[in-house]
């Protein structure tokens, strides 16, 4: 992997994403297969929260640990980064200490600025902008399902929010054809419709129709309404957002073997119906489990 950060899937190019794609697989297997793989014995990584995670953080930790290394958990209540310690002071000191850092926080500069000033990898866990190391779950997952991913259509249904910026890059790059439904308003970031512009070899559509995107669809996503930050507009968004959700009449559009992905938590009744997420809860859980495998090939690539 030439790239020495993970901060978002805008930098990877589709060779660095099958690469890290073909060693979950492999990492996947050894794990069932009780192949030991301590490939980061003795490594250290720096896990920092600015937001509430359960997944991110269990699979990181247990995937460092699977590896033979160490993870560490920063809360921002009580490391000095909550009192306001700078990023650029804070990534130079996790740098004479550990050997990799892993952040869930707001502002994706705060991420970049954290793979400036350091000398050690950086990975996105999660900003307001992206999501790389979910899609990279989600990419495996399908690939598992689907045995390929060039050629498939994949369909996200919602507010344009990390998820959907992530799915349009992460699919693009992939050569799958991405159509994403959202409300007006509530497009995904510009940087992200600038790049699939570019896209040559995928097809990218925009609708405010989630019944138009949905059609012929390989696999469909969704997301929460309201994300982490934004818990003070949820009145307002669950009323731009009615209709934007996975039921059984969008998938009646979609192809009859179509995957529903979901990067979890799930609130059911909203983006998503019970009965859409436990008809497909082995996908959507393979899905969860596949962060693991997805990071510890991304912690691998990185920090070996
Ligand atoms: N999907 C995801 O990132 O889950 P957590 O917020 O629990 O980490
Ligand atoms: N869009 C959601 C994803 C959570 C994993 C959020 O940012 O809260």
């Known amino acids: 992997m030439q790239n020495k950060h993970l901060l978002k899937l805008l930098d990877l190019s589709r060779e660095e994403i099958y690469e890290i794609l073909d060693l979950a697989d492999q990492l996947k297997y050894e794990r069932k297969h009780n192949i030991p793989h301590e490939i980061l014995k003795g490594k250290t990584l720096a896990m920092i929260f600015s937001k509430n995670s ?19 958990f920063l809360a921002n209540s009580v490391s000095q980064i909550g009192r306001g310690e700078p990023v650029q002071d804070t990534t130079r000191v996790l740098s004479r200490y550990c050997d990799g850092i892993m952040i869930r926080t707001y502002d994706q500069e705060e991420v970049e600025g954290l793979a400036a000033y350091g000398t050690i990898p950086v990975i996105n866990g999660l900003t307001d902008f992206a999501h790389p190391c979910q899609v990279l779950a989600d990419l495996m997952t399908i690939r598992e399902y689907k045995a390929k991913l060039e050629g498939l259509k994949i369909c996200y249904i919602g507010d344009g929010n990390n998820m959907a910026n992530s799915i349009i890059v992460g699919g693009l790059k992939c050569g799958m054809d991405v159509s994403i439904a959202t ?10 419709l600038d790049f699939a512009k570019t896209v040559t070899d995928a097809k990218f559509f925009l609708t405010n129709d989630p019944m138009e995107a949905a059609q012929g669809a390989d696999a469909v996503f969704t997301d929460v309404w309201a994300s982490m930050g934004q818990e003070g507009e949820k009145a307002e968004r669950e009323h731009a957002f009615v209709g934007y959700q996975i039921n059984d009449r969008l998938l009646s ?5 179509c995957m529903v992905q979901h990067c979890l938590p799930a609130h059911r009744g909203e983006e998503i119906t019970e009965e859409v997420l436990e008809a497909h809860a082995n996908e959507i859980f393979d899905e969860a489990e596949n962060r693991l495998h997805a990071q510890k090939a991304v912690l691998a690539l990185l920090m070996r």
């Open 253 to 257: 559009v979609a192809k009859p073997d």
């Open 183 to 192: 409300p007006k308003g509530y497009e995904p970031d510009q940087r992200v």
């Open 54 to 72: 359960t997944r991110t953080r269990v699979s990181f930790e247990t995937g460092m640990f699977q590896l033979g290394g160490h993870a560490l």
